[in-house]
């Protein structure tokens, strides 16, 4: 089945440091791939996502790239603010017709310190 | 602005009560989900919904029902609460063609 790795966290980082989450995927299909972030006290909400093979997602900074040879979709960030402070989920959703759900990584919480 | 709203931010219940979780969207969409969060597993999916009255079990459906009697609201129910269902509950929505969920602020449950 679909499955979803992301780095275990926590991770900590002073501010304007370069963030990288790690993410790698397994599925059967071609899946779309997706960031989420959850603040603290809240709901997740879409961070970034990409369709196909070599899309690259943007969104505040974030950036990431949909590898298909690695099977990867890793998180970057130039430069993180105090603000980013969050946990950060990658997930995909496999092309099969059918295919209302998301498969999400375990997340990876990171927190920033000024 | 597209909303799903969740009943209740915080429940606290006893062992062996019924418990409805209540989720709300505003989008018209056709897709609604619940999952449960816990610290070190992330997000399983518990069921979900891609019509009126027509449910699919997800990863974890054991101890849970659910009822979606209009395209806007998708409840979810625990019959008989006990403590290993203590944990964080999102309602989500999504709508057919692009996958992106629409989460819910969560519902904290507190089963004592």
């Known amino acids: 089945g679909d499955s979803v790795t992301q780095m275990e966290g926590p991770v900590t980082l002073s501010e304007e440091a370069f963030l990288t989450i790690n993410c790698t995927y397994t599925a059967t299909g071609y899946p779309s791939l997706f960031w989420y972030v959850q603040y603290p006290g809240e709901g997740l909400q879409l961070l970034l996502k990409?369709?196909?093979?070599?899309d690259k997602g943007s969104n505040k900074g974030f950036e990431a790239t949909y590898r298909k040879e690695t099977t990867s979709f890793h998180l970057e960030k130039g430069s993180v603010q105090v603000s980013d402070s969050a946990v950060y989920f990658c997930a995909l959703r496999d092309s099969g017709a059918g295919s209302y759900q998301l498969t999400f990584g375990k997340g990876t919480k990171l927190s920033v310190i000024p | 602005d597209v909303k799903v709203t969740q009943s209740s931010r915080y429940l606290v219940k006893r062992t062996g009560e019924k418990v409805f979780l209540e989720c709300v969207q505003d989008?018209?969409?056709?897709?609604m989900f619940w999952y449960r969060q816990d610290p070190g597993l992330g997000l399983r999916l518990i069921y979900f919904?891609?019509?009126?009255?027509?449910?699919e079990k997800g990863d974890i459906p054991e101890g849970y029902s659910v009822s979606r009697e209009k395209k806007e609201r998708f409840s979810l129910i625990l019959e008989s609460a006990s403590t290993n269902q203590t944990s964080m509950y999102l309602c989500?929505?999504?709508?057919?063609?692009?996958?992106?969920?629409?989460f819910g602020e969560g519902s904290r449950l507190t089963v004592l």
């Open positions: 989500a929505s999504s709508t057919g063609g692009t996958g992106e969920l629409f």
């Open positions: 919904s891609y019509d009126v009255k027509m449910k």
């Open positions: 989008m018209d969409h056709e897709n």
């Open positions: 990409a369709t196909k093979a070599d």
